[in-house]
């Protein structure tokens, strides 16, 4: 059993920054690989970045290459999502996810993600 708990949302100005955090509670933080996904109103769940459980391998979609970036601190049970340059178009309720299938690459398909967060809200206002 994972327990997932985000923080650090908000609201931000379109150009500004936020930092999420998503910390991790059960079992061992680092045997699993992390994600962040995202859900604007009326849209489905989507994927944003991942990490694998040893912080050696990300991965992002192209929407937020170069202005996301996803690190992990596995003594402190944390994963993060730096976010820069914001724009309006990530507004989104953002859930971090844990895929306990280590043994397997890093997946963004969201159906192979084991336990989720409650979700934290990020508005960007133009």
């Known amino acids: 059993q994972v327990q997932l708990v985000e923080s650090g949302g908000g609201l931000v100005q379109a150009g500004g920054s936020l930092r999420l955090s998503c910390a991790a509670s059960?079992?061992?933080?680092?045997?699993?690989?992390m994600g962040w996904f995202r859900q604007a109103p009326g849209n489905e769940r989507e994927f944003v970045a991942a990490?694998?459980?040893?912080?050696?391998?990300?991965y992002y979609t192209d929407s937020v290459k170069g202005r996301f970036t996803i690190s992990r601190d596995n003594a402190k049970n944390t994963v993060y999502l730096e976010m820069n340059s914001l724009k309006p178009e990530d507004t989104a309720v953002y859930y971090c996810?844990?895929?306990?299938?280590?043994?397997?690459?890093?997946?963004?398909?969201?159906?192979?993600?084991?336990?989720w967060g409650q979700g934290t809200q990020v508005t960007v206002s133009s």
């Open positions: 996810a844990a895929d306990l299938q280590r043994w397997r690459a890093v997946t963004t398909t969201l159906d192979e993600y084991d336990y």
């Open positions: 059960g079992r061992t933080f680092s045997t699993y690989h």
């Open positions: 990490i694998s459980w040893s912080g050696g391998s990300t």
